[in-house]
């Protein structure tokens, strides 16, 4: 499993015996049908299912209905994994959902086993992508079904149980931890100041005003090409292209251009994405300046940047550039005719949250 491992279960890990499974003996593969832009409805039904765009990491947050023939049905409790063919990105799909758009090649792994639950796939998620590792555009997946992934055993048969339990205490460790980093740094406090339920509440009354990105923060910048044979293992973050680990896909010790934190990236797709630490990038990305920007501030601007860049105009033939955000108009807060830091401080931090509740209830 990623990340740092408590002693105990590394000690699960030593003693478990292991087989080799051919990925194509363990699941079907199915090509997931997209919608074609001419009969997409976005508008939300209750009733409806959720729309993945091109990418497994961008989900729709309304429900939507559209014909059942682009519908991909997934049983309740028994998720399946879908992965990109051209950005190799991959994850887990617990729900029937609709994919948008009818190009770019989007498979879903369904499981051939009859015992399936979300704790095994993940496991088996986590040992598949140890062969995506370095896996990007210029890659072919067409050998994914042949590829071989190790597995636990118990009587020459996949230990699912053992799977089960060791998913349930990483979950559980990892609780603990969030716990503890929460009220270390002050996240735990969810409740509103009235300045910041008032934010709120106004939110319908306040005035907008068009900016010209260039105008606000300068020249933006463009990473330069680093190709993935050429990167060296290191400590700093690379940001290239997709959403996939909010599109840092590496991190390299190569001497590149380092970028300060504080700052907005928009890729080649015009997804925009702030940054609270230095990084590197290639030259699919834009930065932004935003440098002398408040954090909360930052990420105002970096909302209303997604939303002008964001349009669906740019893609794997008309790439956006530095000079697209040059040229980019945003719309932002006035107040006596001036840019309201004060009031998109006060929102993000309201807004900030309201998100953190639901994991500080989780966690209690």
Not at 209 to 218: A, H, P, Q, R
Not at 323 to 342: S, T
Request: hydrophobic fraction near 35%.
């Amino acid at each position: 499993m990623p990340g740092k491992i408590d002693a105990s279960l590394n000690e699960k890990l030593k003693n478990i015996q292991w087989g080799e499974y051919r990925i194509g003996d363990l699941f079907h593969k199915k090509t997931i049908k997209g919608i074609p832009k001419s009969e997409e409805n976005l508008i939300e039904n209750p009733k409806g299912y959720h729309v993945f765009g091109q990418n497994i990491y961008y989900q729709y947050p309304q429900k939507v209905l559209n014909d059942d023939k682009y519908l991909t049905q997934v049983e309740p409790g028994k998720p399946i994994i879908a992965y990109t063919s051209s950005t190799a990105q991959i994850g887990i799909i617990s729900e029937s959902f609709y994919r948008t758009g009818d190009n770019g090649a989007f498979q879903g792994l369904f499981p051939k086993f009859e015992q399936c639950n979300y704790n095994q796939i993940l496991f088996i998620l986590v040992a598949i992508k140890r062969k995506f590792i370095g896996l990007g555009y210029n890659d072919s997946m067409a050998h994914v079904m042949d590829l071989y992934i190790k597995l636990p055993v118990c009587d020459g048969k996949i230990d699912f149980t053992y799977m089960d339990s060791f998913v349930d205490e990483l979950k559980a460790q990892q609780v603990d931890k969030l716990k503890a980093y929460l009220s270390i740094t002050g996240l735990d406090n969810y409740e509103l100041t009235s300045d910041e339920k008032m934010a709120l509440s106004n939110f319908g009354n306040v005035t907008w005003s068009k900016f010209n990105l260039k105008d606000l923060y300068g020249l933006s910048t463009r990473g330069k090409r680093l190709k993935s044979m050429d990167r060296i293992n290191g400590e700093l973050p690379f940001v290239t292209a997709g959403e996939a680990n909010e599109g840092v896909s590496a991190f390299i010790g190569n001497k590149v251009d380092i970028f300060s934190k504080n700052t907005i990236t928009i890729d080649m797709f015009g997804s925009a994405k702030f940054r609270n630490y230095k990084y590197g990038a290639d030259d699919h990305i834009a930065v932004v300046h935003t440098e002398e920007l408040s954090k909360f501030s930052a990420i105002f601007v970096t909302t209303a940047i997604h939303k002008s860049s964001y349009t669906g105009q740019f893609s794997y033939s008309r790439n956006f550039y530095a000079k697209d955000a040059d040229e980019l108009n945003i719309q932002l807060p006035v107040k006596d005719n001036n840019i309201d830091n004060h009031y998109m401080d006060v929102l993000i931090s309201a807004i900030h949250k309201l998100v953190i509740k639901d994991i500080v209830l989780y966690v209690k």
